[in-house]
T-cell receptor, first 116, second 113 residues
Framework: DTGVSQDPRHKITKRGQNVTFRCDPISEHNRLYWYRQTLGQGPEFLTYFQNEAQLEKSRLLSDRFSAERPKGSFSTLEIQRTEQGDSAMYLC??????????????FGPGTRLTVL | AQSVTQPDIHITVSEGASLELRCNYSYGATPYLFWYVQSPGQGLQLLLKYFSGDTLVQGIKGFEAEFKRSQSSFNLRKPSVHWSDAAEYFCAVWTTGRRALTFGSGTRLQVQP
């Protein structure tokens, strides 16, 4: 099965360090989403890509956050100068097609970030 | 802006009992509504969705949900809960302008033997 995969599954870092997460979507899915989920909350939208184009960014995505999807396949999410408030589960999802709501989003298992 | 509220943070039911998880939405037009389940170590899995038409929607794993416009609700139900249903359940609405999902804060379901 080639579901959505994320790497690493867990990351512990010290405040001020940079971290990078990777997401591999389901093959041929042209939409890719990043969400953040803090403890006791539902996922919150961060950004999404249509192929390699980043089409939408949430206000949650501060200047310290950057996401890329260089070839329209895998995506990376980098957080610079991490803060303790960045501690959360970072979820990636992908979907096929262009119609947005009509195409199911398939979620990966997430990367849990702990900032000490 | 579209939003969903899940009033119950935590629910405990006995195995074999019926289940209803509440979800209220805020949106002027007909919303696109979803229920997802999240088990520990697993990704979010779509249980069911409502776009239009029949207000009673059937999903996977024996779940169903009913869209009630008059109550702005989309409650999830299951007639007989199994121990494997213990998980966190999220209601979500499609946010048209953002073209992404907006999730509620979730309801954690515990199943007693």
């Amino acid at each position: 099965d080639t579901g959505v995969s994320q790497d690493p599954r867990h990351k512990i870092t010290k405040r001020g360090q940079n971290v990078t997460f990777r997401c591999d979507p389901i093959s041929e899915h042209n939409r890719l989403y990043w969400y953040r989920q803090t403890l006791g909350q539902g996922p919150e939208f961060l950004t999404y890509f249509q192929n390699e184009a980043q089409l939408e960014k949430s206000r949650l995505l501060s200047d310290r956050f950057s996401a890329e999807r260089p070839k329209g396949s895998f995506s990376t999410l980098e957080i610079q100068r991490t803060e303790q408030g960045d501690s959360a589960m970072y979820l990636c999802a992908s979907s096929e097609g262009l119609a947005g709501v009509y195409n199911e989003q398939f979620f990966g298992p997430g990367t849990r970030l702990t900032v000490l | 802006a579209q939003s969903v509220t899940q009033p119950d943070i935590h629910i405990t039911v006995s195995e074999g009992a019926s289940l209803e998880l509440r979800c209220n939405y805020s949106y002027g037009a007909t919303p696109y509504l979803f229920w997802y389940v999240q088990s520990p170590g697993q990704g979010l899995q779509l249980l069911l969705k409502y776009f239009s038409g029949d207000t009673l929607v059937q999903g996977i794993k024996g779940f169903e949900a009913e869209f009630k416009r008059s109550q702005s609700s989309f409650n999830l139900r299951k007639p007989s809960v199994h121990w494997s249903d213990a998980a966190e359940y999220f209601c979500a609405v499609w946010t048209t302008g953002r073209r992404a999902l907006t999730f509620g804060s979730g309801t954690r379901l515990q199943v007693q033997p």
